[in-house]
């Protein structure tokens, strides 16, 4: 069974930096696109960053500029490092992984929260 375990979750004050990371099976990991979602309070789930298998990247307007999402195909990680965090960054952070091959299923971690507060 596919597993997506994402840590670095936390209060963080604004304008602080905080380091999200997401470890998968590897043999998942290999033929997969990831990416990183959130989820603010009575908001809709929504991209923040995604990463391909070779390494091009999407970004939210909201993020470019303050986040960089990375990937380690040998570790089989995907990191979401976030700067100059603002309170409208508070949310619960999803990583999601999609199958490049067919029947290019879906996957999840379990979410993990990021307030952002003084």
């Known amino acids: 069974q596919v597993q997506l375990v994402e840590s670095g979750g936390g209060l963080v004050q604004p304008g602080g930096s905080l380091r999200l990371s997401c470890a998968a099976s590897?043999?998942?990991?290999?033929?997969?696109?990831m990416a990183w979602y959130r989820q603010a309070p009575g908001k809709p789930r929504e991209l923040v960053a995604g990463?391909?298998?070779?390494?091009?990247?999407t970004y939210a307007d909201s993020a470019l500029g303050r986040f960089t999402i990375s990937r380690d195909n040998a570790k089989s990680t995907v990191t979401l490092q976030m700067n100059t965090l603002k309170p409208e960054d508070t949310a619960v952070y999803y990583c999601?992984?999609?199958?490049?091959?067919?029947?290019?299923?879906?996957?999840w971690g379990q979410g993990t929260q990021v307030p952002v507060s003084s």
């Open positions: 999601n992984a999609v199958e490049r091959l067919y029947p290019f299923s879906n996957y």
């Open positions: 590897t043999l998942f990991f290999s033929n997969t696109d």
């Open positions: 990463i391909e298998l070779l390494g091009t990247t």
